[in-house]
């Protein structure tokens, strides 16, 4: 029998969590416990949580954090005291729906090479009103529609991250792969752990709506969102779709800005903390980035001088 775990981080969440409690104790498959690392909130959070704790002595488990570790830390640690087999990633303010646990669970047991499991979302307001956009979950299923793969590896180091915490569950037993999350600048716990499973091949993606996301002022993280429009949707695709050739001075801008960007914050972080893992994906970055280098200088040798000097 598989055992199930929540990680659930919270930060003063007290206006939206008794939604998502309540969506994940209500599942058609139950979950086994839920783990949940406070991040030093000042408002009714703690009560909050204490309070399911009494009523659900079994399942809750609950940690005040000494200090603020922040997102990617106070992820790590809820992650790392599950105990379950299958770890899904939760923030405080979402709402499941209520098959989320068991559509997963007979996705891991159907596929035993995927050991990271992310699937599409809505978006929803403070009201829980749905909201009509695009979203990054929204990306594999529109580059599936021009191609039969995805390159998920590729994407990630390259383009951009569509594979968010809220979306995510994790296999115990791929947990250490993956620990500890490195403190770079721009890059979350759910993008690390997209980026190591996919180098592996051991990531994959199911377009189910299986969450709702909601849109506030309050966030630590956003970005997801795109108007539901033409325009936006080829933005994306130009974004996401790292086969397509740059059409515009535009698009290429936007691919070196990625690689130098990415290039920079590796390098920078390898200055202090060695790390054989982002030695390795900087090395692919930076190959990825010759060659593209290379292909403009061949075909657009006039762009090839105008980013030497933009792109030192």
Same mark, same amino acid.
């Given at each position: 029998m598989t055992?199930?775990?929540?990680?659930?981080?919270?930060?003063?969440? /007290?206006? &939206?969590?008794?939604?998502? *409690?309540?969506?994940?104790?209500?599942?058609? @498959?139950?979950?086994?416990?839920?783990?949940?690392?406070d991040d030093c909130s000042t408002d009714k959070t703690h009560q909050i949580l204490s309070d399911y704790q009494k009523q659900f002595p079994g399942i809750f488990r609950i940690y005040i954090n000494e200090k603020n570790l922040r997102s990617v830390k106070n992820f790590e640690k809820a992650i790392t005291l599950c105990t379950g087999d299958i770890?899904?990633?939760?923030?405080?303010?979402?709402?499941?729906?209520?098959?989320?646990? /068991?559509? &997963?669970?007979?996705?891991? *047991?159907?596929?035993?090479?995927?050991?990271? @499991?992310?699937?599409?979302g809505y978006l929803i307001d403070d009201n829980n009103n749905k909201l009509e956009k695009y979203t990054v979950w929204d990306v594999p299923q529109i580059l599936k529609q021009n191609r039969n793969?995805?390159?998920?590896?590729?994407?990630?180091?390259?383009?951009?991250?569509?594979?968010?915490?809220?979306?995510?569950?994790?296999?115990?037993?791929?947990?250490?792969k993956v620990l500890p999350f490195p403190l770079i600048d721009g890059l979350h716990h759910d993008e690390w752990i997209a980026i190591i499973s996919s180098?592996?091949?051991?990531?994959?993606?199911?377009?189910d709506k299986l969450f709702s996301y909601r849109i506030h002022s309050e966030q630590q993280v956003g970005g997801i969102s795109y108007p539901k429009d033409e325009k936006s949707k080829e933005k994306m695709i130009q974004k996401f779709d790292v086969n397509r050739e740059p059409k515009s001075f535009r698009d290429y801008k936007i691919k070196f800005r990625t690689f130098n960007d990415k290039e920079?914050?590796?390098?920078?972080?390898?200055?202090?903390?060695?790390?054989?893992?982002?030695?390795?994906?900087?090395?692919y970055i930076r190959t990825e980035?010759?060659?593209l280098k290379r292909k403009i200088k061949s075909e657009k040798p006039l762009l090839s001088f105008i980013f030497k000097f933009l792109y030192r």
């Open positions: 055992k199930i775990s929540v990680a659930l981080c919270t930060y003063n969440g /007290e206006k &939206f969590i008794h939604q998502q *409690i309540d969506s994940i104790l209500n599942q058609t @498959l139950e979950v086994d416990e839920i783990v949940v690392c770890i899904f990633l939760s923030d405080q303010d979402d709402v499941w729906e209520n098959n989320k646990v /068991e559509v &997963f669970n007979t996705f891991f *047991i159907l596929n035993k090479q995927t050991d990271v @499991l992310c699937s599409n793969s995805i390159n998920y590896f590729k994407v990630f180091c390259t383009a951009g991250n569509f594979a968010t915490g809220a979306a995510m569950a994790i296999r115990k037993s791929f947990v250490e180098e592996k091949n051991r990531f994959d993606f199911i377009n920079k914050k590796f390098k920078e972080y390898l200055q202090n903390t060695p790390n054989t893992t982002i030695e390795r994906l900087l090395d980035h010759i060659l």
